[in-house]
């Protein structure tokens, strides 16, 4: 059961526009949401993250929403280099008392192409 | 220099033959877990830790041991490896009630039981 999911497992764009990707959850007692950039050989690297309690969260050129009524999160990144081309990955954990005790639940990855 | 290391970070074995893929940490944090990366599955949470001698299975805990001795180390251990349990591994890191659980990853150990 994949609790978190990303249904385009790869996404194109032109330098310079914007890139949007998508994650949905199914889990209701998720709320706090993340994403990491992978490149080839590495590991996942932290990108961004936005707690339950907010909307919107933005970093320089990358901004996350949040709609938590259509259990829904994207990634928007603006404007897109070559650089970013990667794989994301959007993860999801459920929070007790300020802590999520280390469980996080990742979604399949998108890979990210920037075509200079 | 933070980071999170493994070793080895390349592994070819044969089928039932003990493995140890080792994880340590530098940042003196709390939480330390161990993932598995599979084309159309993301990564999937193997076991984690929340301190020393403090340890909880993820989603697929399955042929895998675990044991947290020292709070900067903590291997993954696959007692009888089999090849569903070639995969890209990584280990990673958090500190305790740390900004929403940012995790930090190894470079990841890639696994083949033939």
């Known amino acids: 059961d994949q609790q978190v999911k990303q249904n385009s497992p790869s996404l194109s764009v032109q330098e310079g526009r914007i890139s949007i990707l998508n994650c949905d959850y199914t889990?209701?007692?998720?709320?706090?949401f993340l994403w990491y950039k992978k490149y080839p050989a590495e590991g996942p690297t932290f990108l961004i993250s936005?707690?339950?309690?907010?909307d919107k969260n933005e970093d320089g050129r990358f901004t996350v929403f949040l709609n938590k009524s259509a259990k829904h999160l994207s990634l928007h990144i603006v404007p897109s280099q070559p650089g970013d081309s990667a794989v994301y990955f959007c993860?999801?954990?459920?929070?007790?008392?300020?802590?999520?005790?280390?469980?996080?639940?990742f979604g399949q990855g998108t890979i990210l192409t920037v075509h200079p | 220099e933070a980071q999170v290391t493994q070793n080895p970070r390349y592994l070819i074995t044969v089928t039932g033959k003990k493995l140890t893929v080792t994880c340590s940490q530098n940042?003196?944090?709390?939480?330390m877990s161990w993932y598995r990366q599979d084309p159309g599955l993301g990564l999937r949470q193997i076991y984690y830790?929340?301190?020393?001698?403090?340890?909880d299975k993820g989603d697929v805990p399955e042929g895998y041991k675990v044991s947290r001795k020292e709070k900067r180390n903590f291997p993954l251990i696959l007692e009888s490896p089999s090849p569903n349990q070639t995969s890209l591994y990584f280990c990673?890191?958090?500190?305790?009630?740390?900004?929403?659980?940012?995790?930090?990853f190894g470079p990841g150990t890639r696994l083949t039981v033939l």
């Open positions: 940042m003196n944090h709390e939480y």
């Open positions: 990673a890191s958090s500190r305790q009630g740390g900004s929403y659980n940012e995790q930090f």
């Open positions: 936005i707690s339950s309690i907010k």
């Open positions: 830790s929340m301190n020393v001698e403090v340890t």
């Open positions: 889990n209701s007692m998720f709320d706090y």
């Open positions: 993860a999801a954990s459920a929070v007790w008392g300020g802590t999520s005790y280390g469980k996080l639940t």
